[in-house]
């Protein structure tokens, strides 16, 4: 499991992705900052790669059917890998996924069902759906192989960075992108680098739990981040905290959706307010902030900002985040 650079395992359906140092981000932070893109992966977001695997992996073991739970990237990703392994796929999402999501999906084949209003709803249904025999649940975060697939991002930076960075940026939903970074983390001997782990007000599942130090469910999704918007993380992601440095921040959508529009103009590239939440971190000063508190070294050579993407979103939806969140 190398990505494109080789491995015994057969072909992974993510690609290796760039690892671009942006200069914008690096004089918001006041350190170099390596963005590292995966937005480009197929279908737009890093959930390709553990996703992927997981499908792989079970089609193997004779799966007959994929369910996934999932109303943005996630589903995606499965809906995309499903036909290529001839596997038929059912993508349960919750009545807060974007059309364009529900179109994408249907166009790739998939048979798409409608369910509650956030993803812990359309997760319960799943469970229901995923009982019919031969069908196999794809968790769209909570599970180790798909933190397996994501952890190749740790490898491939290895192998494209001169040095191991002094930080990675990266937002939490249900947690599956962070225990996927810390056992790469892991693999490659990198435990002592620090993740600052973000999420916006309103989908800060993982610092409630960080705060409380045992898993919290949150009585509902607010945010407009609604691809991170899991009730309630993994447990994988809270044991991760006793196992390396993690710094929990969350800051608001306003600042998420601004991020998305001057990442746009520095970067030409257009992101979720999932993924604008890390680039917040960066272009907002937090980066100055958790240093001045002593949560983060004063000596980062540089900072890795895992750019997570998100294929649910185009110009008139971004006008329509401002306009709901009352921006000009
Ligand atoms: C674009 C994007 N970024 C971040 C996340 C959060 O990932 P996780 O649920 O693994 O924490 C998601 C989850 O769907 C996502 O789609």
Redesign the pocket.
Known sequence: MEGQSGGCEERPFHVVTPVLESMALSEAAGTRVYMKLENVQPMG?F?IRGIGYFCQQVAKKGCQHFVCSSG???GLAAAYVAPKLGIPATIVVPGSAAPSTVKKLKKLGAEVEIFGKVWDDANTRAMVRAETDGWVKVH??DHPLVWKGHSTIIKELRDSLDAKPGAIVL????????AGVVSGLQEVGWMDVPIVAVETKGADSFNAAIKAGQLITLPDITSVAK??G?KRVAQRALDCASECSIVSHVLDDVEAVEAIERFLDDERMLV?P??GASLALLYSGYIQRLQEEGRLSWQLDSIVVIV???SGIHMEELQTLKRHLRMK
């Open positions: 977001s959930k943005g990237n996630a769209p975060f937002s939490v939903g249900g947690g599956g992108l962070l691809c991170l899991a979720e999932a993924c997570c993407g998100g």
